[in-house]
């Protein structure tokens, strides 16, 4: 039985990817601590608060997906050093907590495959990034060491987006004015949908990405790729 194992997929590109991959696996199991709004037969879910909880038992698994993250954009002086903290746990922390945990499982898939978050701001310096790009900037360390490490058995890549329109996205995008700018600043004059990354999150879990690992996918709608 094929089975993808999503970290964080009641919400935003979580729940896109969870939702569009429903018909690609016998079961899409969803870790979080709020269920997801969509139901379906394929869909298992576990209420879990991945830094405190125990990760739920699963023997086999063709995939995991990491999908918690954070946005605290604050000056340099206005950051604590517990900021600093809580955002390398929720991005780094427990991206290993359940790598960790879930390896074994990995391991007795079908092609297995791990993909995890990092932002634009890790590679395109943005002010007020400092703690998100500092803990994104890790999570591309982790990839290309995993890839490593777990090949030729696991695939192990990245997406980078830029801004989505998410939940967690909110207070950028919280008027017309806002959205426009930020249309504005992107080459594309374009910011992401949670179902264009979940697209791109099927294709890299999917064989048709088989010779891919150890990679990072900038999805920045031109704003690290090009300077116009």
Do not use: W
């Given at each position: ?132 790009a500092a803990s994104k900037a890790a ?90």
């Open positions: 039985m094929s089975r993808l194992i999503v970290v964080g997929g009641s919400k935003g590109i979580g729940n896109a990817i969870v939702t569009s991959l429903l018909s690609s696996y016998d079961e899409v199991v969803n870790i979080s601590r709020t269920a997801p709004e969509t139901t379906h037969s394929n869909l298992k879910h576990y209420t879990c608060d991945i830094l405190n909880d125990e990760l739920p038992d699963i023997d086999e698994a063709d995939g995991l997906v990491y999908c918690p993250g954070s946005i605290n954009l604050k000056p340099i002086n206005r950051l604590s050093i517990e900021d600093f903290k809580s955002d390398f746990d929720i991005n780094v922390i427990g991206a290993v907590k359940a790598i960790q945990k879930y390896l074994p499982a990995l391991k007795k898939g079908n092609k297995p495959a791990i993909l995890l978050f990092s932002t634009v701001a890790a590679k395109l310096g943005m002010p007020f990034h400092a703690s998100v999570i591309e360390g982790l990839t290309k060491s995993l890839g490593a490490e777990l090949a030729p058995t696991i695939r192990v890549n990245a997406i980078a987006p830029t801004v989505t329109d998410t939940d967690l996205a909110s207070k950028l995008l919280r008027n017309e004015r806002m959205i426009e700018n930020m249309n504005e600043r992107h080459p594309l004059k374009k910011y992401l949908q949670p179902q264009e990354v979940a697209d791109m999150a099927g294709f890299l879990l999917s064989e048709k990405a088989a010779s891919l690992s150890g990679q990072i996918f900038e999805m920045d709608c031109g704003i690290v790729s090009f300077k116009i």
